[in-house]
């Protein structure tokens, strides 16, 4: 048990404030003699990485990652693999004024009311900068996965727009500055947010994740689901308030008959023909590409001034002046992906160990 | 690490199939001197027990519970509790057809492409019937977290019908056989269900959960957020598809000046203008009511003939005729209140463990 | 994390006190197909069974294995394996003067020490009837390493008698009340013991245990070393106060090239020309037999009076008077066999989720 | 679980390789507000730091140990601490011909059957150069048991030579460069463990630990009790092949009467007589002195040529030509400290979870 680790077998542990030193991960359980160098990490960071747009927020990091360990002449040697990235663009004095206060809707206060103690340059340990160091450890999940699972993500809302479902193209996603699969809708967003922007605002978004070629068998009766770890794995990100699998929500309106995925025989293989499951049965994976969406609330940093106390106990108003992302939706998609990647890397382990080839 | 064990502190390990003789749990590290008989346990159980009503599989299981360790002279003794209920009324018959073949959006396939066997009777493992444990962990668990915290369970929507809010009344919760607080919408679910259950079909449903009284600090940064631990217990009780925490997906539509809550001293003490966070927020309790929902999809065994594929892999009709519920959410409530007691137990361990009073 | 559990991925949670209507456990991560019934398990709780000479414990208990779930048809199906024995020979009465005063040496003190309330009868959960459970679990974790290794195990010391290793016949392992695996050795701790029994004391002894045919690459560093994890298991026994792997002790009193095993070509495969290592190096597995040793405390539960003190804190005499194992260290055998083989197979499924074949 | 993290709720991850850019670990769970800074750390490195005297490797290492997070304003802040140490004197040219074949006794041919792959620097992970991890680690597990708990090692044996018991004295073991306690014997050991460096040889050695002032109460019956703890993080240290409790394998040779610690009142408090058991009973503390002892093979790497094989399966002969302890027993002592503050530490925070004040 732990509280800063991810995963069993493929364990992923995170450390480091916002405007430490360094934040980083060890990764335990690796198998061994997988090619990896910091090249197979860096792409993903940098899609993460903060500064790309004016929708994010203006923090220059270059997130650049070192591994210390686990890693001889250019493969993984089954030992723990440390990764670290350097913070270099801390600018601690920008939140002077929010370690006497809580902003509303923040963790500055329940950290402080757990710990009795808290790091407030640039929110500490509760920084979405602890997020590249999962994108970090999904670049390995991937490896381990495999080239024949692909996970992709892509923001299917925004605020109160929401895609048009019959227009994604996942061309969109790497074409536009919010992984936006319907080139339409990224117009809409890019003045719907431009507004929420400059009125010191923000807002709420759906991160929706898939993978696809994700073998069957994955996931474990009966408190080790796969749908349950990766509930929780998506719940975990920043500011998420909900998590669906397949149709989520829209499944509690059907009947038994709308909602089953019909199965016949296609090739010598079963074949489905819908996936209202999103993948998963009975908490294990089906074959069917698994399909995730959550919920990220708005970005609880913002200009407004709002009706807050003190560390001292009295009312006060709060408003942010550091760098913050109005919508920090838009960078929980690699976040989400990467979160995904290790819940199945963690399971595929965990299925071999108990059901060996 | 466990497939079949719940929890870190307050941790719960269950076993049994829907057919076997008998089901159960073993409860470890339940602290010492509470005081614990079956009379504590039973009354939870009947709530959730199968045949009370035609809106529930008409089963007949008195879930009758006994205590065969960890208690000594009316009080728990720190050492694990095993508590075990008799099957008392299966019909292994019932299922000889569902033996060769795989019901769609059923765990019967999964379980088979995943150990290469599976017990049919009644779903096995995968059966329903393996939530009467948690709910009578649940029960402990309530101990554990003594008088101060109340967490109560309803029922909010029945296929597309959800309640009014504005009528929410507790009362009407014990009052009808759909956990359902809005009187009105209970005389609705009652005409509508029926017609589901006579046409053979079945239909989801959605189910909150809210504690109140949970002291403020429970949960933990970064990888055992409360919310991420209700998130993953409240996804991997059957066919659950969806979780919400506070305003959830709503919360995406919001900005961030109408999302978060304010805050404001009375009476020495912190006092929020709203929960939008649920209670929760850096996944850490706030102190104010923790509020979960999650979406229940419509029961995968129903009496319409399925397009579906044999054990042999031809292609097949499949249509149940066991005994199953028309809606698997209602009896959902007990153990949405269960799973949120258990989550709540076992964090209440771990703060104390590095936080003592 | 678990007080009452045993493993990662072979995981056994035992529950049950001495007096208490059963005692059982509950084996989750069984791999599937495995051929098993209640004849797989029943040989070896015979092995442990008090009762069958006049050097154990003369409570009668047929120790009568049930299997309440996780195999169908024969075989494991994936799922949680439910053991439970039933107690029948309590005798509760014999230990009411125990109930009032700790027994030097005992776990009376320390359980009433940390909990404040403990179940005397008997000794509760501390009463070595708990290894029953793991001796049951033990023949399942056999069923997992397969036929391919094989693990014995003798006592090699009774008090200050030890066997000559040089005389070692498994076959008198067999054929003695002792799993003495030298036959004149046996007749001295027949007279001995008989000494020690009838003057109402106890003695202590050695066990060793050998597993054959364990492949290479089991274990790994650096905290889940193979002799670390064999060490925490048998110390976990009851009464034991030291373990050893290979030479041991004896280790410290060599020189490098004594200690070392020296390696040679044989047949195409790596060939050692000792095993002082005791077939473990960097916590990992060689392929050479495994051997470790423990020491067991005499029973603590002896008829000669010693000094002690009262519940309510006042000094006092105690001699016990229940039935009691004049060499508790002979029943162990078969206890410390079975706890070898769950760290064999717990550790057979960690490696090959890590390093698939 | 996890390879490579000790604990469960002080829980530490290492990671590192020998002559990689660094080593370090992650301690997670650490209580907030303790005062911590590198100062407090420093000194406990330094113990264990080589190159000291000609009896340890003559690697020149200053162990420098940097806080990269966790810590704010000089206090822990509840959130992960990850310490880092720099590699700085590596030459892995001195293990060029150590990658082609295997030392005897050591884990080069382990690590390769494992894991198909091994970074046969300074031995790579296997390298006695973690265990820096382990003492700094050890220093935090210190502040939190607080200066009411003492932990104290010595070296009672070094080969064939024991100390002599009644010259205990715990001034000594910081006088000479042995961690001995009885002046003479140092003196023997100079003379003798010379002879042995000049010879190319290496020899075993036996560590004592004693810890203090731990409270009653710590451990939990029946897989986490205290001594099985011990034993495993004990046994994991690298080189150790045998653990006491108390009397140890002594206790075999015992009578009941013999090994029992009487019991009687003394000024309102439970008072012993004697401490066989080591300050541990039924796997709980007692409140007397914990004592373990653990033996140290002899340093496998040695100048003396040994047969062996090589990587590609011939027949050879192995001579270590880089520098290493000729008995590394003796930097064991700081480590076999530290192993027992975390699994103290660890305890202690289980126990208040489980048992609130």
Redesign the interface.
């Known amino acids: 048990?732990?509280?800063?680790?991810?995963g069993?077998?493929f364990?992923v542990?995170?450390?480091?404030?916002s405007h430490?030193?360094?934040?980083?991960c060890?990764i335990?359980?690796?198998?061994?003699?997988i090619k990896l160098s910091e090249a197979d990490i860096q792409p993903w960071l940098d899609r993460r990485r903060p500064g790309q747009s004016k929708f994010t927020t203006q923090r220059q990091e270059p997130d650049e990652v070192?591994i210390?360990?686990?890693v001889?002449e250019g493969?993984t040697?089954?030992?723990?693999?440390?990764l670290q990235i350097r913070n270099v663009d801390q600018r601690s004095k920008d939140y002077a004024s929010v370690a006497q206060s809580?902003?509303?809707?923040?963790?500055d206060?329940?950290?402080e009311?757990?710990?009795?103690?808290?790091?407030p340059?640039g929110g500490?340990?509760?920084s979405a900068r602890?997020t590249a160091c999962r994108v970090a450890a999904g670049a390995v999940a991937r490896l381990v996965l495999g080239q024949g699972v692909r996970i992709r993500g892509a923001l299917v809302?925004i605020?109160?727009h929401a895609i048009d479902r019959g227009a994604w193209d996942w061309e969109q996603v790497y074409a536009n500055p919010f992984f936006c699969p319907d080139a339409k809708a990224a117009g809409v967003w890019e003045n719907y947010l431009d507004g929420?922007r400059k009125s010191g605002?923000?807002?709420?978004?759906?991160v929706e994740i898939i993978a696809e070629g994700v073998p069957?068998?994955?996931?474990?009766?009966?408190?080790?689901?796969l749908?349950?770890?990766?509930?929780?794995?998506?719940?975990?990100i920043?500011a998420?308030?909900?998590?669906?699998?397949?149709?989520?929500?829209?499944?509690?309106?059907?009947?038994?008959?709308?909602?089953?995925?019909?199965?016949?025989?296609a090739g010598?293989r079963?074949a489905f023909?819908s996936n209202?499951?999103?993948g998963?049965?009975?908490?294990?994976?089906?074959?069917q590409p698994i399909v995730a969406r959550f919920?990220?609330?708005?970005?609880?940093s913002?200009l407004?001034p709002?009706?807050?106390?003190t560390r001292d106990?009295?009312?006060t108003e709060v408003a942010t002046r550091g760098r913050h992302d109005p919508c920090v939706?838009i960078r929980a998609v690699p976040v989400g992906e990467a979160m995904l990647a290790c819940v199945l890397a963690d399971h595929l382990?965990?299925?071999?160990?108990?059901?060996?080839?």
């Open positions: 048990m732990s509280h800063n680790s991810f069993h077998l364990r542990t995170t450390w480091g404030e430490g030193p360094a934040i980083g060890v335990d359980g690796c198998p061994p003699r070192a210390l360990s686990g001889f493969v040697t089954g030992t723990p693999i440390s809580y902003r509303p809707g923040h963790a206060l329940t950290y009311l757990k710990y009795g103690v808290r790091d340059r500490g340990r509760s602890e809302q605020g109160p929420i605002s923000s807002v709420g978004a759906v069957p068998g994955l996931g474990a009766p009966i408190y080790a689901k749908d349950a770890d990766i509930a929780g794995a998506l719940m975990g920043n998420v308030k909900g998590v669906e699998i397949g149709d989520g929500f829209a499944a509690a309106a059907l009947r038994g008959e709308a909602n089953a995925d019909a199965m016949h025989m010598g079963i023909g209202h499951a999103g998963i049965l009975g908490g294990i994976s089906t074959g919920a990220v609330k708005p970005t609880s913002i407004t709002q009706p807050s106390v106990r009295h009312d939706g382990l965990r299925h071999r160990a108990q059901n060996p080839a």
